[in-house]
T-cell receptor
Framework: RKEVEQDPGPFNVPEGATVAFNCTYS??????FFWYRQDCRKEPKLLMS???SGNEDGRFTAQLNRASQYISLLIRDSKLSDSATYLC????????????FGAGTRLAVHP | DVKVTQSSRYLVKRTGEKVFLECVQD?????MFWYRQDPGLGLRLIYF???????EKGDIPEGYSVSREKKERFSLILESASTNQTSMYLC?????????????FGSGTRLTVV
């Protein structure tokens, strides 16, 4: 079983749609969680951290369910510029801040 | 603006060559990492370093070595390049400051071994 699993997509949605991505992780002792965004042929960039209570940043909402080992990202009112690959990222125990990256979910927003 | 700089954006090397990929960060971060990224496989950790002259193997260290002689610089070395090492290589750095675990990535080096 992969340590971090994501649906690869692609998710093809029209502008203005709401889309949700899910991610599961295998190590129940994992300590912190993130969503990164990666544009085509570019490096990943931190989109947002994911907190136990859930958190929101503009049109983006992240949720964490520790009992189910499940992380989600909700994007409301999708824009063309949201088209990218979204990486689910987990910081397992063991120190050194050695993050584990999911393979990513591709989102394509069309007019 | 904080930066991680990788020395080359694109490289083409021949099988058997020794290849050096350089990474420099200006954030005084303790931790530095080398990943490779391949379609469908995501980012896989090759090596990381948590201090000068310290290094630890990641998940796929075979065929690679690293060097960290100065805090700001972390080099990845392909001892004898092979075609299966054709990939995108990403360097990242992070702080050990608790509560700030995010990585800053370099722009990547796309290596082709022919």
């Amino acid at each position: 079983r992969k340590e971090v699993e994501q649906d690869p997509g692609p998710f093809n949605v029209p502008e203005g749609a709401t889309v949700a991505f899910n991610c599961t992780y295998s190590n129940s002792a994992s300590q912190s969680f993130f969503w990164y965004r990666q544009d085509c042929r570019k490096e990943p960039k931190l989109l947002m951290s994911v907190y136990s209570s859930g958190n929101e940043d503009g049109r983006f909402t992240a949720q964490l369910n520790r009992a189910s080992q499940y992380i989600s990202l909700l994007i409301r009112d999708s824009k063309l510029s949201d088209s990218a690959t979204y990486l689910c990222v987990v910081n397992p125990p063991g120190g050194y801040n050695k993050l584990i990256f999911g393979a990513g979910t591709r989102l394509a927003v069309h007019p | 603006d904080v930066k991680v700089t990788q020395s080359s954006r694109y490289l083409v090397k021949r099988t058997g060559e020794k290849v050096f990929l350089e990474c420099v960060q200006d954030m005084d971060h303790e931790n530095m990492f080398w990943y490779r990224q391949d379609p469908g496989l995501g980012l896989r950790l090759i090596y990381f370093s948590y201090d000068v002259k310290m290094k630890e193997k990641g998940d796929i260290p075979e065929g690679y070595s690293v060097s960290r002689e100065k805090k700001e610089r972390f080099s990845l070395i392909l001892e004898s390049a092979s075609t299966n090492q054709t990939s995108m290589y990403l360097c990242a750095s992070s702080s050990t400051d608790r509560g700030n675990y995010g990585y800053t990535f370099g722009s990547g080096t796309r290596l082709t071994v022919v």
